[in-house]
């Protein structure tokens, strides 16, 4: 959830203060744009090198379209909801640090706790009076710091990760099919049980949106209906959101 106080006023919406002025500068979004340029890169290289992969692995070429058709799909729901929180916070970040920050990494949760953190430190507030370019500069700077040291984890701790996988393997090759899927299981659980206690909404969302998947998989058994695995999860999440806007239309969401 967003904190109230990181919500941008409708008269900090309406008028570019000076923190957006330096938001926006031409520097952040050079900054911005060399960012999404290293991912393009990265995308075709890891394209080609799933290609010249594919046949050691025993995937045809079909096979192969599906799974990046698959991904594509699959990250139209979550990409939906990352957008709608963005334009939201366009008025407190500018667009330069909104598209790196929540457009690259996605958890809104953490950059705008990591923002109202360092905001408090100063004795600011996001978006309101004491909001001032050089606690943006704070902000900003601690927004990416995180990002970095997660960055860095990942560095350091794939190839140890790596080095249990393979011991696991030589040991007990049938483990490493079970624990990738009980773990990826037991986080998809976490997360969403984790939502339950927040109000009615989020109960009705979690239970629209696996009853959706669950039948799109049924449904995606039939013949000539296997393009429903593609599509599951993107139908999923849209009607997910649909039924949460209607429920917190009804009024059965959180006060305030």
Not at 54 to 59: C, I, S, V, Y
Not at 88 to 109: D, E, H, K, N, Y
Request: charge should be positive.
């Amino acid at each position: 959830m967003i904190p109230i106080t990181a919500m941008p006023s409708a008269a900090a919406a309406a008028e570019p203060g000076p923190v957006l002025a330096v938001a926006n500068t031409p520097v952040l979004w050079i900054c911005a744009l060399g960012v999404f340029l290293v991912i393009a890169v990265q995308s075709v290289i890891y394209i080609k090198a799933a290609r010249k992969a594919a046949p050691a692995a025993g995937m045809s070429p079909q096979e192969l379209r599906t799974s990046f058709r698959s991904g594509a799909v699959a990250a139209i729901g979550p990409s939906l909801a990352v957008v709608l929180v963005a334009i939201a916070l366009l008025a407190l970040f500018g667009t330069p640090a909104v598209l790196v920050r929540i457009g690259l990494i996605g958890s809104v949760s953490y950059e705008t706790a990591a923002a109202s953190i360092a905001a408090g430190t100063t004795g600011a507030e996001l978006g309101g009076p004491t909001y001032t370019p050089e606690v943006f500069a704070i902000v900003f700077f601690a927004m990416s710091m995180g990002g970095a040291m997660w960055m860095v984890a990942t560095l350091i701790l794939t190839p140890l990760l790596q080095r249990g996988e393979h011991r696991m393997a030589k040991v007990n090759p049938a483990l490493m099919t079970v624990v990738p899927a009980a773990a990826l299981l037991g986080a998809f659980i976490s997360l969403g049980l984790a939502e339950v206690p927040k109000s009615t909404v989020h109960v009705l969302t979690l239970l629209t949106s696996a009853v959706v998947m669950g039948v799109c998989l049924l449904i995606a058994r039939l013949p000539g209906m296997r393009w429903l695995r593609e599509w599951g999860l993107g139908m999923a999440i849209l009607l997910g959101l649909t039924v949460a806007f209607l429920a917190q239309s009804a009024g059965l969401g959180p006060a305030g």
